[in-house]
């Protein structure tokens, strides 16, 4: 039987809160410590507030940076006013990936009910990277990450996986 080997990823965290300083982040810990823990490497990682020019700023700057290849944010998913993570993001992508934020909810039900209808967790496709947005909650990332985002960032996950798809995301 053939085994794959594991293939270790530059991430970059995007921790968005008009709360939250460097010292609380506490979601952008938790998804650090997970992909480090995964054999994944944290290339670059900041905390900015809800502001939709500087999120959709800092993640212009990694889609152009060839040690990034994947992007996870954590905040600014909800329905306030403030919230402009997704509206920040969208733009940016070539391709939604659809399946992640309907899977992300459907997880999240069994924990959070019917609140989960409040998240707009989305991935998708920018630049021939991959881009995660999760909601800022340590549980969200917690889920997002074991569930769903830890699998498909493993090229041992059969029968398919995201990484192997990576080389024919510029076709």
């Given at each position: 039987?053939?085994?794959?080997?594991f293939?270790?990823?530059?991430?970059?965290?995007?921790?968005?809160?008009?709360?939250?300083?460097?010292?609380?982040?506490?979601?952008?810990?938790?998804?650090?410590?997970?992909?480090?823990?995964?054999?994944?490497?944290?290339?670059?990682?900041?905390?900015?507030?809800?502001?939709?020019?500087?999120?959709?700023?800092?993640?212009?700057?990694?889609?152009i940076?060839?040690?990034v290849?994947?992007?996870?944010?954590?905040?600014?998913?909800?329905?306030?006013?403030?919230?402009g993570?997704?509206?920040?993001?969208?733009?940016?992508?070539?391709k939604?990936?659809?399946?992640?934020?309907?899977?992300?909810?459907?997880?999240?039900?069994?924990?959070?009910?019917?609140?989960?209808?409040?998240?707009?967790?989305?991935?998708g496709v920018?630049n021939?990277?991959y881009?995660?947005?999760?909601?800022?909650?340590?549980?969200?990332?917690?889920?997002?990450?074991?569930?769903?985002?830890?699998?498909?960032?493993?090229?041992?996950?059969?029968p398919?996986?995201?990484?192997?798809?990576?080389?024919?995301?510029g076709e």
């Amino acid at each position: 039987m053939n085994e794959r080997e594991f293939i270790s990823l530059g991430i970059a965290v995007l921790t968005v809160s008009d709360s939250r300083d460097s010292g609380q982040d506490r979601s952008g810990d938790l998804l650090v410590e997970k992909l480090e823990a995964t054999g994944h490497r944290l290339i670059a990682r900041n905390l900015v507030p809800d502001n939709i020019h500087q999120i959709r700023a800092q993640v212009s700057a990694w889609l152009i940076d060839p040690e990034v290849q994947v992007i996870i944010t954590t905040g600014g998913t909800g329905v306030t006013g403030r919230d402009g993570t997704p509206e920040a993001i969208t733009p940016l992508l070539d391709k939604k990936i659809d399946g992640f934020g309907e899977m992300f909810r459907v997880l999240s039900f069994e924990t959070i009910g019917t609140s989960t209808l409040q998240s707009r967790a989305l991935a998708g496709v920018a630049n021939q990277r991959y881009l995660f947005v999760l909601p800022g909650s340590p549980g969200a990332c917690w889920d997002a990450w074991d569930q769903l985002i830890e699998k498909q960032l493993d090229y041992r996950t059969r029968p398919c996986n995201l990484v192997e798809l990576m080389p024919r995301l510029g076709e």
